[in-house]
């Protein structure tokens, strides 16, 4: 699989490009929207993207846990996750792109 | 949140901007997280996460009813891991029954 890596910065970029702000700006912005998801998932709520997917968070139990080096038992606390489902259109996408391109 | 009141959200913290632009922000986005996916790029936002694909290879599947070998292709699938940041912060501040 190709390696690269895409950060806040190629975001931004890709906002100034689209939307004409100030590069300041646009980086910026990005912050904000990764800012306001966050929250949102901080407070319980579910975020949805159409076209994208949605992030949910989940509440698991506590739970006995295992040392696998030495097979100890570790008490796992009860905790909230995150989690990410992607939708059908995202999923097609990669799919298409990466899987039709790169033969099964 | 949907995409919607995420740019209402964001429109009135930023009165200055046209609601428009800020819909054209929140599409682009998502639009390059969605296209470096699709080049099999990883996408990595500290404190957020990190959105990468992960390869399926192709296998025998099984029909549940009939019990009949299918042949399944290989797959390729959008992946998220919560940042560290973000993990912790789930877990640090008083927790709510009810989402929203």
């Keep these: 699989m190709a390696g690269k890596t895409v950060t806040r910065a190629q975001l931004s970029e890709a906002v100034y490009q689209e939307v004409g702000l100030s590069r300041n700006e646009s980086a910026q912005l990005v912050e904000s929207v990764l800012s306001e998801i966050r929250d949102s998932l901080v407070r319980g709520d579910t975020v949805k993207i159409s076209s994208f997917g949605s992030f949910s968070v989940r509440q698991k139990g506590g739970r006995i846990g295992r040392n696998p080096k030495t097979g100890e038992g570790v008490p796992i606390a009860p905790r909230r996750v995150l989690v990410f489902r992607p939708s059908h259109v995202l999923k097609e996408e990669v799919n298409e792109t990466l899987s039709g391109a790169m033969g099964g | ?100």
């Design chain 2, 1 to 100: 949140m949907i995409k919607s009141e995420l740019i209402a959200r964001l429109a009135e913290r930023n009165p200055h901007l046209f609601q428009r632009d800020v819909e054209r922000i929140v599409t682009t986005i998502f639009d390059e997280i969605t296209a470096a996916l699709c080049r099999g790029d990883r996408v990595e936002l500290r404190g957020f996460g990190a959105f990468s694909v992960k390869r399926r290879p192709a296998r025998v599947g099984r029909n549940p009813r009939t019990g009949e070998a299918v042949q399944v292709a290989e797959k390729h699938v959008p992946f998220f891991k919560t940042g560290k940041e973000l993990r912790e912060r789930l877990n640090a501040e008083p927790q709510e029954d009810t989402g929203g």
